[in-house]
């Protein structure tokens, strides 16, 4: 059950919370989102997380946007899990503290297919947040191009079979090691470069869904595969004939 307070029955602030368990495979994954109304851009909130005796399990401090939004997912270790959460979200805004609890069931049981609905857990652990600009566009991309072919929606499918075998494993440890963090976002930021152009063209068919999708797949193919190929083999074979060289002049 929802419930949120104000310290001061005069206050005009007030915080609200929605908290999700949406994994146990490695622990739990709880995805915690909420609005402070009236608050202003930059207000931290602390997010707790306890066990049913009232334990802090884990806790983190987040940012409210410019609408007083806040978002983040917090990462229960095996060890660590309950059947029951109490989500609290807290905050001092103007000298008063607002506070907002939740509770949740703890061990859902992971599903087979997560719904097509359900988040980026990459991008958002790798850009800190729901509303980074890069989840947004991987968001627009799903709902207003792929959901609406039948081919997308096909491979939605088996993509989401697939991504959500491993994604929750790499952001959990993104979210608890900040180089790893770091090379992920390295990685993965070509990639939503090339699928961004689907936002700037038009799908009127299911021909024409085939075709840009396939021109994506090819054009990732040549920048995560063949390019480094080429580089490594250029590399070698300038090292190659330097070495070649310098041992010539020995001679």
Known sequence: MLTFGISDASAEYEITLEANNILSSVGEIIAVTGNIAGASEGQGVVIEIKD???????SETVITDSNGDFKT????SPSKKSSAYDVIANAI????????TQ???????????????????IATATYGSELAKEVQELREIRDNMLLKTSSGSAFLDGFNTVYYSFSPTI??????????????????TPLIS???????????????????????????VSMYFIAPVFAITKI???LYNKDKRKN????
């Open 248 to 251: 010539h002049l020995h001679l």
């Open 93 to 100: 805004v103007d000298g008063q503290t607002i506070i907002a």
């Open 236 to 238: 070698r074979y300038v």
């Open 52 to 58: 049913l005796q009232g334990q802090t399990i884990v």
């Open 73 to 76: 997912t917090l990462h229960i």
């Open 103 to 121: 509770k949740i069931s703890g061990s859902p049981k992971p599903t087979q297919t997560p719904p097509q609905s359900g988040g980026c857990l």
């Open 171 to 188: 952001a959990i440890w993104e979210n608890e090691n900040p180089a790893f963090k770091d090379v992920v976002k390295l990685a993965i």
């Open 194 to 220: 090339t699928l961004s152009i689907l936002n700037y063209v038009n799908v009127d068919s299911e021909a024409e869904m085939l075709g840009y999708g396939i021109a994506i797949i090819l054009l990732n």
